[in-house]
């Protein structure tokens, strides 16, 4: 079982930036890729980010590539989003989820969520 809790959000002015944080609880946490997707109001969640469990390999959303990075830090059970240059497009509530070791790009390959933070970049 992974009890994940994200931390970070807040409201920021187009251009700035937030990094996002994703605290794991479980001894498993290095077991499992880790996603974050985000979601508004009567819309689906949809993928930004994910990263496999060495780091090694990351993916990233059409619309957040080259603003946004991926990082974990598995000694502390952390995963990181660090988003530059916000855009008001971006507002939105950020979920992170633990999936399979690979990661992925789907919400189906994530067992575990969290509640969410969220997140508002004014124009």
């Known amino acids: 079982q992974v009890q994940l809790v994200e931390s970070g959000g807040g409201l920021v002015q187009a251009g700035g930036s937030l990094r996002l944080s994703c605290a794991a609880s479980?001894?498993?946490?290095?077991?499992?890729?880790t996603g974050w997707f985000r979601q508004t109001p009567g819309k689906e969640r949809r993928f930004v980010a994910a990263?496999?469990?060495?780091?090694?390999?990351?993916y990233f959303a059409d619309s957040v590539k080259g603003r946004f990075t991926i990082s974990r830090d598995n000694a502390k059970n952390t995963v990181y989003l660090q988003m530059n240059s916000l855009r008001p497009e971006d507002t939105a509530v950020y979920y992170c989820?633990?999936?399979?070791?690979?990661?992925?790009?789907?919400?189906?390959?994530?067992?575990?969520w969290g509640q969410g933070t969220q997140v508002t970049v004014s124009s």
């Open positions: 989820a633990a999936g399979p070791y690979l990661a992925g790009r789907t919400q189906a390959e994530y067992s575990y």
């Open positions: 479980g001894r498993t946490f290095g077991r499992y890729g």
């Open positions: 990263i496999s469990v060495p780091g090694t390999t990351t």
